[in-house]
């Protein structure tokens, strides 16, 4: 069967650039969504459709009972050392923040360095941070 191994917190608040505001009444609100990977052992590719769904299901079930905006996303560990070299992965795995599960799940990851990422990747960052910015 499947497991699961690690559950990451990515994003804003992965990176330590969440932030929030209090409420009149004192209550805490996030600015930003949470991000989550859960990182599972025992699935195979074509499962992970079935998977996303679940965990979206589950994702939304949270964030209503939170009242919070929460992603929440597979990743096999078996797809570690092949993940393509993106902004969202050099940012998940250059200082992981394993939040449940065993930090040694990570150790297959490729290695991810951002001095390195293609200027492509650099500009669709940009382009996708100006257009949050247009619609905030």
Do not use: H, K
Not at 108 to 116: S, T, V
């Amino acid at each position: 069967g499947s497991s699961l191994r690690a559950l990451l917190l990515g994003g804003g608040y992965g990176r330590g650039e969440g932030g929030g505001r209090r409420d009149a009444d004192g209550t805490w609100r996030p600015l930003n969504d949470y991000d989550l990977v859960a990182v599972v052992d025992g699935v195979r590719r074509w499962q992970l459709g079935r998977l996303r769904e679940r965990l979206g299901r589950l994702a939304e079930l949270l964030a209503e009972e939170l009242n919070l905006e929460i992603e929440l996303s597979p990743l096999r560990v078996d797809d570690l050392p092949r993940l393509p070299f993106t902004m969202m992965w050099c940012e998940l795995f250059a200082e992981p923040r394993v939040i449940a599960g065993d930090p040694c799940a990570l150790d297959r990851r490729r290695r991810l360095a951002p001095a390195e990422l293609p200027q492509l990747e650099a500009v669709r960052y940009l382009g996708n941070r100006a257009a949050l910015l247009l619609w905030s």
